[in-house]
């Protein structure tokens, strides 16, 4: 019950530990065509360009910067933690001139500010956490497709946390690329970052002057394979891929609209249960995050012994604060398959015992 990863159910490890047959056999050829449409029906998009990178969420994130940023384009992100900043670091190492707009750890970003800085010049990127997994706050995106265009930038959107948890709806909030993670709410192991491309992003990626410096996560590439023509790349990493592919067929048997209730009713019952203990909720109620919920470690306890108490006692793992947060905060998971009544009670009850 930390940031990730979240518990994953059996028919998923069944799925990854299927016999390893060829990344162009027709039967894993089928998985993968699958894989994609389910991640498309996931993310709320129509895009062609829909696919698990090979990598983790962060080489997502680098992905959608690599293919869309050139030397000398500029990026206007928005930081209220630990990914907002990751997000200006891989843009700036992409050759990007970075504009920062800076919200206080624990608070959304104020589009106003936003706004503000897109009247300054034109970018290339807006960029934005939509699930900041380092404070738990749920950023409103729906202010952001209009301020994109009133700087003629494109969208990107870094769904890692709320994919498969809250309403992405890429297609209706305009999002032209977009990365996320299989860790989170998924219910996946780590391992693939599905991403998907706008037609708008597309045309950007093949109208650049420059080839992509990331030869790995080049799209362009990529897409050889994914398109249809099936032009070898890199070997696709197939037992992730089954894996991906149960964990996306296990949460359109639940079906979305009732997985994004579970999240937040059962978050609803761990915030109730930890201020019953006296505990103190910083994120503001409006902001706060289904999947993740910060709570502040009260005077004159120790963090890393709570913490440490709990995993040896109760086999539960939650997480530290980061940043700002650092040892003032722990940050507990509530994610896909995490996202239970029994989760919330062992986590209560073994804080509570903790505490005492
Ligand atoms: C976890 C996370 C990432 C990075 O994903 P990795 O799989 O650890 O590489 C990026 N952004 C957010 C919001 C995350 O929660």
Known sequence: MGPGPSDVPSRVLEALARPTIGHLDPV?????DETQAMLREVFGTANALTLPMSATGSAGMETCFVNLLEPGDH??????GVFGGRMAEVARRCGAEVTLVDAPWGQAIDPDDVAKAAKSRAFKVLAIVHAETSTGVLQDLSPFRAIADSCGALLLVDTVTSLAGVPV??????IDAVYSGTQKCLSCPPGLSPVSF???????????DTPVQSWYLDLNLIGQYFGGERVYHHTAPVN???ALH??????LEEGLTARYARHRQQAEALRQGLEALGLELPVAPTDRLPPLTLVRIPDGVDDRAVRAKLLADHGLEIGGGLGDFKGKAWRIGLMGASATPRHVELCLGALREALR
């Open 28 to 32: 894993f050829l089928q998985a993968l």
């Open 75 to 80: 990026a206007l992100i928005c930081r209220h």
């Open 169 to 174: 709806d890429v297609d209706r909030m305009g």
């Open 198 to 208: 706008s037609e708008r992003a597309r045309h950007v990626l093949s109208t650049r």
């Open 240 to 242: 992730m891929i089954f």
């Open 246 to 251: 149960e964990a996306l067929r296990l949460v």
